[in-house]
């Protein structure tokens, strides 16, 4: 009986953004749903510490935004993706999973905002996989990482860095990490029949090895160089693996 009613939860969600005719569309995306409710709403960085009060479960974030309401993003720019990594320990406290926005691609997003363990995603808002916020939002809180199809596509056609050979061991360590990047080093022991520190070696080897940050960061080289790749919009794939 616990169990059914903590899956019938409502998913809950916030968004930070000045774009005002987003916040419509995600009104009206989200409207008369019981699976996905909208807890709070912001338009500017000012706004950003008193919407993660409400603990949403995933944060829709335009990566552009002025720093105070009435301000201009080009103006005055709230630091986005570096207040994001300075609060990455506290989004992972409340369990607060950052789907990234923004009206053009840009190959820096994926660099730093990855940066954070609790981005999960990077969706351009004239994207057609965007227009289906409500698919998007559940494939965040399934564990997935969640891409438009330009970004997808952009994905190992971007700036390459010197690349270290993963072993194979490494390799399928990354490969169950992106299937869901919710997993913590336990998980993916009992899933790859390892030690726990064991795990939590191997992700530190492959981390370094990449120059990486964090985990969602090295999943992104990984993409940027070919070596795991998206599979349609569903589980990530690598070379010579189903």
Same mark, same amino acid.
């Given at each position: 009986?616990?169990?059914?009613?903590?899956?019938?939860?409502?998913?809950?969600?916030?968004?930070?953004?000045?774009?005002?005719?987003?916040?419509?569309?995600?009104?009206?995306?989200?409207?008369?749903?019981?699976?996905?409710?909208?807890?709070?709403?912001?338009?500017?960085?000012?706004?950003?510490?008193?919407?993660?009060?409400?603990?949403?479960?995933?944060?829709?974030?335009?990566?552009?935004?002025? *720093?105070?309401?009435?301000?201009?993003?080009?103006?005055?720019?709230?630091?986005?993706?570096?207040?994001?990594?300075?609060?990455?320990?506290?989004?992972?406290?409340?369990?607060?999973?950052?789907?990234?926005?923004?009206?053009?691609?840009?190959?820096?997003?994926?660099?730093?905002?990855?940066?954070?363990?609790?981005?999960?995603?990077?969706?351009?808002?004239?994207?057609?996989?965007?227009?289906?916020?409500?698919?998007?939002?559940?494939?965040?809180?399934?564990?997935?990482?969640?891409? *438009?199809?330009?970004?997808?596509?952009?994905?190992?056609?971007?700036?390459?860095?010197?690349?270290?050979?993963?072993?194979?061991?490494?390799?399928?360590?990354?490969?169950?990490?992106?299937?869901?990047?919710?997993?913590?080093?336990?998980?993916?022991?009992?899933?790859?029949?390892?030690?726990?520190?064991?795990?939590?070696?191997?992700?530190?080897?492959?981390?370094?090895?990449?120059?990486?940050?964090?985990?969602?960061?090295?999943?992104?080289?990984?993409?940027?160089?070919?070596?795991?790749?998206?599979?349609?919009?569903?589980?990530?794939?690598?070379?010579?693996?189903?």
């Amino acid at each position: 009986m616990l169990m059914d009613a903590q899956q019938a939860q409502p998913v809950t969600v916030a968004i930070l953004d000045d774009d005002y005719p987003l916040h419509d569309y995600v009104r009206f995306q989200l409207q008369g749903r019981t699976d996905i409710v909208l807890t709070a709403e912001g338009w500017a960085g000012e706004d950003l510490a008193g919407m993660l009060e409400a603990r949403p479960n995933v944060l829709l974030l335009d990566v552009m935004i002025p *720093s105070k309401r009435g301000g201009y993003a080009v103006e005055d720019p709230f630091p986005t993706l570096e207040e994001l990594r300075r609060l990455s320990q506290a989004l992972k406290e409340i369990q607060t999973r950052v789907l990234l926005l923004s009206t053009e691609f840009h190959y820096d997003v994926l660099d730093l905002g990855f940066a954070s363990d609790t981005v999960c995603g990077y969706l351009l808002k004239s994207d057609q996989r965007t227009r289906d916020l409500p698919a998007r939002i559940h494939e965040a809180m399934s564990g997935q990482l969640v891409f *438009s199809n330009k970004v997808s596509e952009s994905l190992g056609s971007g700036p390459r860095r010197a690349m270290l050979d993963l072993s194979p061991a490494e390799l399928d360590l990354m490969l169950a990490l992106s299937k869901d990047v919710r997993a913590t080093p336990r998980d993916l022991a009992g899933k790859l029949f390892k030690s726990e520190q064991t795990v939590k070696n191997q992700l530190s080897a492959v981390m370094k090895k990449l120059d990486a940050p964090t985990r969602g960061a090295a999943l992104v080289i990984l993409m940027q160089q070919g070596i795991i790749r998206l599979r349609g919009t569903g589980p990530l794939s690598a070379p010579g693996h189903v």
